[in-house]
């Protein structure tokens, strides 16, 4: 089963956009994979037949807006995604459960008609849950900067 509605807006005369999109997503196995170690160190891949339903959340939003006189664009946005399913740990069937988050802004730039620039910022989150025990949430930044010149005008 499946569900995705989403919501888009434009608007062109004030330079506003955004989206809002939400996944539902539930699938039914009649198997579960597991990884056991054999007496010489080698990874051996395997499945039990067992019921094993999946679920996995998806929200995600944007707004943006693009300035004219300044020639800049600018955008938020977010993701939240949630997963649960059951995995095989020591050889048991455990429920696992895992949340990402991640926003960020982007600023888009034409400086002129030879040279453009993009910054983008991300921060990302991560939770992971196995039964009732809960890791550390660790996250991670990205920063990206790019820079275009055009230098020579090609024909066409």
């Known amino acids: ?6 919501i888009r807006y434009r608007n062109p005369i004030t330079s506003v ?3 809002l999109i939400y996944t539902n997503r539930l ?3 009649n198997l579960i994979y597991g990884t056991r170690l054999t007496a010489k160190g080698v990874a051996e891949n395997y499945a039990l037949d067992l019921f094993n339903r999946s679920k996995l959340q998806t929200l ?7 300035i004219e006189t300044l020639k800049i664009q600018v ?3 977010y993701q939240l995604m949630l997963s649960e399913r059951r995995q095989i740990i020591n050889g048991i ?3 696992v459960a895992n949340q990402n988050n991640t926003y960020g802004a982007r600023i888009n730039c034409k400086m002129s008609k030879w040279a ?35 230098l020579l005008k090609t024909p066409m």
Not at 1 to 6: D, K, S, T
Not at 123 to 150: A, C, E, T, W, Y
Request: charged share 20%; glycine share 4%.
């Open 1 to 6: 089963m499946r569900a995705l509605p989403n």
């Open 17 to 19: 956009f955004g989206y």
């Open 27 to 29: 699938t039914d196995n």
């Open 60 to 66: 995600m939003m944007q707004v943006g807006k693009y």
């Open 75 to 77: 955008s938020l946005e």
């Open 93 to 95: 069937a455990v429920p």
């Open 116 to 150: 453009d620039f993009e910054y983008k910022y991300k921060r990302l989150g991560f939770k992971n849950q196995v039964n009732d025990r809960i890791s550390q949430p660790p996250s991670q930044q990205l920063h990206l900067l790019n820079m275009n010149f055009i």
